[in-house]
Every structure is written in C-alpha cells, then in structure tokens.
C-alpha cells in the first residue's frame, strides 16, 4: 500500500511525473488539478484525479476528509510569468491562497509533510551569482508570479510547525525542462527548451527573446522528481527549509539554441538569423538576465545532486521526438 500521497497539480509537467514515480514505488496516490492546464494523456491509471480548484477551500476538505494524506507533493500553481501581469489577483488565489488552503487541511487532517514546490523567480533580479538560499530578498520579485510564489514559501513557514501545522519544505526550482515540458501549442509563455524543439519539428525558426545572451540553469525533470522523494522522505527537512533545486551550471539561450539545431557551439549568431535558423523577438517584462543556483545546501541536507548533463538531456529530448 505503502504511503499515501496527495499530488497537487497532478496533470500537470512536474505533479505528474512525481505521480508516476510515487505509483512505481507502491504509494497510494491521488491528484488535485482543477485542469485548467492539466492534461489527460498525463493521467496514471493508479492515481484517480480530483477535479479541483486549491483556491476552493470547502472542495479541497471533502478530498483531504476522504483520503487522509500523509504526505502532499504541492505543485498546483498558476505558471509564468507574463500572464501573471495581467491576471495578479488569480495569481494571488491559486498560489497563495491556495497554498494557504492546502496548509490548513494538512493541519486539520495531521499530514505529516508538505513538499512545496517553489521557484527560483522568487530571487528576483540579483547581482551576485550563484544564488544561495541565504541571500536577503530585500523586495518582492519582479512580477506577480514570482511574488505570489515567495509568498508560498512564506507560508510554509508560519502556517508550519511553527503553528503547530504540518513539516514542511520548499524546493526553489530552477528553469526545469524535460518530456511533459509545455510547447509552443500550450502559448506564447512556455519553456524555451519546449518552444525551440517545437519550432525545429515544424521546420520554423527559433525564436531568441530579447537577445539571446541570457543564461538559465536548466535542470532535468527526473532530477527534480528525485528531489521531491528525497524532501518527503528526508529527516534533515521538516522546518519550512529553502533549498535550491538546480544544476548549479548555465547556458545561455544562443548555446540552447546551437544545441537543438545540432550546429557547431562556435557558429556565429548572425549566421543562424541570415540563414532563418533563428528570428529574433523584443524583449519581455519581468525576465532576468541570469539564474545560477548553488547547490551546496541540496547536497548537505538532502544529498541530491543532479544525475543528467544538460547536452544529455537535450540529446534524450530530441531522441524522443525523433528530431
């Protein structure tokens, strides 16, 4: 039967990947994704899904009454960042009301974890890289996505075992990438990675915003899931920690862009725009230049440490596609 396990966001890239580890490894597993942009084809037949929306407190009860977790993998959240101008106060209910919501079922039904998945848009825009976890966030980040983020974390702080609530632990993702990735067909705002494999499958250009010379530490979907079984797990955890999930290494767009064209690293970027092997698009509101994890802490407190080379991932994607 092993543990029972309540997946948020369960349909969705990162909840359903952790679903399917969880159900491989004998828990008893159930989703919670209102499928707003959930996707069926991700559903696992040994882990029903609950059609519900986080920021619905009294729809949320009646699935924790029912199921008594002991462990919640929290991934449901409305996702990046440009939308999130444009809709801040839905942000602010799914991401943090709703993890205020889960938190107080969790209280109430005597969960024993909550593993929230966190981001590293929670840094804002900073000056000194890597980024560790101990770096003062002397204002919000630069959009409502970011914001109402930081606020989860802030959440599983003070709603915690400090409050006598459940333990807790907040895993700041860091540009995750990996099969399940959105693509050009789930919007304009989907993951670089997604986007460029995409693009290269329908014979299009890449598209590079603004100039391509930003850097992202991309980490491995299969990385990310380990972490959470390590952080559900874990007897260093449980205090409503901060930890870093990245590879603790970057690339910069131009470099991705090289990789998925399967074009030499040295090849000149006004070679690949003349060729229309890539466009060009303006800049966006609310991006970073650069995002740099260190990862000192996910090695001392969880020992996790990636496994995939970003080229590996990149060649194991374009396998899949047969790009």
């Known amino acids: 039967m092993g543990t029972k396990i309540i997946v948020t966001g369960g349909r969705g890239f990162i909840g359903s990947t ?3 580890a969880c159900v491989r490894r004998g828990d008893t597993v159930i989703s919670v994704d209102d499928m707003s942009s959930g996707k069926e084809e991700y559903a696992n037949s040994q882990a029903p899904n609950h059609r519900v929306d986080i920021s619905d407190s009294a729809a949320l009860e009646k699935v924790f009454a029912a199921f008594k977790p002991e462990i919640i993998f929290h991934c449901a959240a409305l996702a990046r ?8 106060d839905r ?3 799914v991401n943090a009301t709703g993890t205020k919501n889960i938190l107080l079922c969790a209280k109430k039904h005597g969960v024993r974890r909550v593993v929230y998945s966190a981001s590293s848009s929670a840094y804002g825009d900073q000056v000194v890289y890597p980024l560790t976890e101990k770096l003062p966030l002397t204002s919000q980040a630069m959009h409502p996505y970011g914001s109402t983020k930081r606020m989860g974390e802030m959440l599983m702080r ?3 075992t400090a409050t006598h609530g459940p333990q807790t632990v907040c895993l700041r993702y860091f540009n995750v990438f990996g099969p399940r990735q959105t693509t050009t067909a789930d919007g304009p705002y989907a993951t670089v990675i997604g986007i460029f494999l995409d693009q ?6 890449l598209t590079i915003v603004p100039d391509g010379n930003q850097r992202r530490d991309f980490t491995w979907i299969g990385d990310v899931v380990h972490a959470n079984l390590l952080a559900g797990a874990s007897k260093n955890v449980g205090q409503g920690e901060i930890i870093n999930i990245g590879a603790g290494e970057n690339h910069s767009i131009w470099d991705v862009a090289r990789l998925v064209l399967g074009v030499p690293k040295e090849t000149p970027t006004d070679e690949l725009v003349r060729t229309h092997k890539c466009a060009m698009l303006p800049p966006r509101k609310g ?3 650069q995002t740099l994890a260190d990862r000192t802490l996910a090695k001392k407190l969880l020992d996790w440490e990636p496994a995939m080379r970003f080229t590996d991932g990149i060649a194991e994607l374009k396998s899949l596609m047969r790009l």
Do not use: A, T
Not at 81 to 88: D, H, Y
């Open 287 to 289: 991006e970073v230049f």
């Open 158 to 160: 003070d709603m915690g």
């Open 200 to 205: 290269l499958r329908q014979k299009k250009p």
């Open 81 to 88: 960042i440009q939308p999130s101008f444009e809709r801040p």
């Open 18 to 20: 952790i679903v399917d």
């Open 91 to 93: 942000y602010f209910d």
